[in-house]
């Protein structure tokens, strides 16, 4: 079993529509949990942290279900600047900060 | 304004041919990151130093070294690539001061043939 698992899409979706990706995780130690948003070809970029208690940038939304070890980003009003892959990635408690990274789901915004 | 960067963003090399990349920063952040991201793939971490002190990952092949000769500067050199090693490189750097966010260089990308 991957230790953190994203559907890969794609999600084909029109400007406007609300979006949502699923992330799951193994490792129950697991402390810090992120968003990440990659562009193709382009590196990884921190999108959002996520909080137990849910947290909101703008249109996205992160949730954290510590119990379910599950996360989910929500993103509202979809630009077709969002088009990208999102990250789903986990940080395991320990001596060093050692992410581990979902393959990502990609997202295609179309007008 | 950059901050981490990468040399060279693409490199083409022969199957057995030794290759390095290269990998520096201005943020004088004490802690590398290797990450290998193949196509479609989540980034695997190869490799971290904290300052001089280098940690392999288990899984990593004995054909991955890596160099740090200063702060600023790290290296990845592949020993004898075979098809398999073709991926895109990422470094990271982080701030032990604020250990969970990592800067990614642009990467580079590595075909073999």
């Known amino acids: 079993r991957k230790e953190v698992e994203q559907d890969p899409g794609p999600f084909n979706v029109p400007e406007g529509a609300t979006v949502a990706f699923n992330c799951t995780y193994s490792?129950?130690?697991?402390?810090?949990f992120f968003w990440y948003r990659q562009d193709c070809r382009k590196e990884p970029k921190l999108l959002m942290s996520?909080?137990?208690s849910g947290n909101e940038d703008g249109r996205f939304t992160a949730q954290l279900n510590r119990a379910s070890q599950y996360i989910s980003l929500l993103i509202r009003d979809s630009k077709l600047s969002d088009s990208a892959t999102y990250l789903c990635v986990v940080n395991l408690s320990g001596g060093y900060n050692k992410l581990i990274f979902g393959a990502g789901t990609r997202l295609a915004v179309h007008p | 304004d950059a901050m981490v960067i990468q040399n060279p963003r693409y490199q083409v090399t022969q199957f057995g041919k030794p290759v390095t990349l290269s990998c520096s920063q201005t943020l004088n952040h004490n802690v590398m990151y290797w990450y290998q991201q193949k196509s479609s793939q989540a980034p695997k971490l190869l490799f971290h130093y904290y300052d001089k002190d280098f940690n392999n990952e288990a899984d990593t092949p004995d054909n991955f070294q890596s160099r740090r000769p200063n702060t600023s500067f790290c290296f990845l050199d592949i020993r004898s690539p075979g098809l398999g090693d073709a991926a895109m490189y990422l470094c990271?750097?982080?701030?032990?001061?604020?250990?969970?966010?990592?800067?990614f260089g642009p990467g580079t990308r590595l075909t073999v043939t």
């Open positions: 990271a750097t982080s701030n032990p001061s604020y250990p969970l966010e990592q800067y």
């Open positions: 490792n129950s130690a697991s402390q810090s």
């Open positions: 996520v909080y137990s």
